[in-house]
């Protein structure tokens, strides 16, 4: 039943964003009592951060398919930047729900945690390949530079989903 209500949770958040989401019409959904979906998820907020950490699961999918078909560092952090910009674009409410102020509430989700760490984590190995093994190294540069690029595709994409820039 767990899964039933984070699978009809997803479809409408993917549809119509975070805020169409209550605890009565998905457990309606389910085919299930409102009370029953207590029993797996205490409120509406730890029920959308478990669609968020799902929602990191797959931006970190996309991210390594893109990176598979490519050969150099260089390629590979392109295709993850060009995955994670075309995954905001295409789930744009799924995104929008994991960067929101729902986040702010992390205590309520370890699995939220780990997904969002994992995905930054996954990220910062291609950033890690591309910038190889330098003096950069030393001085802690990778977690900057990822930081930095993580903040301008995502920048790009929330200014491209938002209408400010053309996504083509």
């Known amino acids: 039943m767990k899964q039933s209500l984070l ?8 549809k119509k964003g975070a805020d169409a989401v209550s605890m009565r019409d998905i457990a309606k959904k389910a085919g299930v009592s409102p009370m029953a979906t207590y029993r797996h998820f205490s409120c509406k907020d730890e029920l959308l951060l478990e669609v968020a950490a799902y ?6 999918k996309a991210g390594i398919d893109a990176a598979l ?25 799924l995104f929008e729900l994991m ?3 729902l986040k702010k509430k992390q205590s309520l989700s370890m699995n939220f945690q780990k997904s969002a760490q ?3 984590m996954q990220f910062g190995k291609y950033v890690e390949t ?11 540069f990778e977690q ?6 993580w903040s301008y595709i995502h920048g790009m994409t929330i200014l491209s989903s938002n209408g ?5």
């Not at 929602?55 to 970190?60: A, Q």
């Not at 591309?130 to 802690?140: A, D, P, V």
């Not at 400010?164 to 083509?168: A, E, G, I, K, R």
């Open 69 to 93: 078909s490519e050969k150099t560092p260089l390629k590979k952090l392109e295709s993850v930047l060009f995955a994670y910009y075309s995954f905001g674009l295409e789930h744009k409410n």
């Open 130 to 140: 591309f910038i190889g093994k330098s003096r950069l190294k030393e001085q802690k």
């Open 144 to 149: 900057q530079f990822a930081s930095s690029v």
């Open 164 to 168: 400010y820039l053309s996504s083509q």
């Open 7 to 14: 699978e009809k949770t997803i479809h409408i958040v993917e």
């Open 55 to 60: 929602g990191f699961d797959l931006l970190t």
């Open 99 to 101: 960067f929101g102020p």
């Open 118 to 120: 994992a995905s930054f």
